[in-house]
């Protein structure tokens, strides 16, 4: 048996959904990625760059997604957060 060494892993590329900031310099941003392989939805949640949540939706789940996303928006923007506006180049540089 041959070692053949750590093996290459493809990550499946995120984007980012919504940027938030607050006074002081904090940032969060909602990030989104799709999981072909089981044809899945996922979003991630950061905050000063540290992951906070993440959460898959697949088979019956997938309609779920829109709704806990929109709670998670709908969160940060009731904890005083402002919503930053994302143009489709800076969206898609991530």
């Not at 048996?1 to 959904?17: E, I, K, S, Y």
């Not at 898959?56 to 904890?79: K, N, P």
Request: no cysteine; net charge negative; hydrophobic share 40%.
């Amino acid at each position: 048996m041959t070692f053949a060494g750590p093996r290459d892993t493809a990550t499946v590329p995120m984007h980012v959904l919504h940027r938030f900031t607050k006074p002081g310099g904090q940032w969060a941003e909602i990030r989104e990625r799709t999981v072909t392989q089981f044809h899945a939805l996922e979003f991630f949640v950061f905050v000063d760059g540290s992951l906070l949540e993440s959460q898959m939706f697949h088979g019956g789940r997938v309609a779920e997604y829109s709704i806990s996303l929109e709670a998670r928006i709908r969160q940060f923007i009731d904890d005083g957060w402002q919503s930053n506006t994302l143009d489709e180049t800076a969206n898609q540089a991530n």
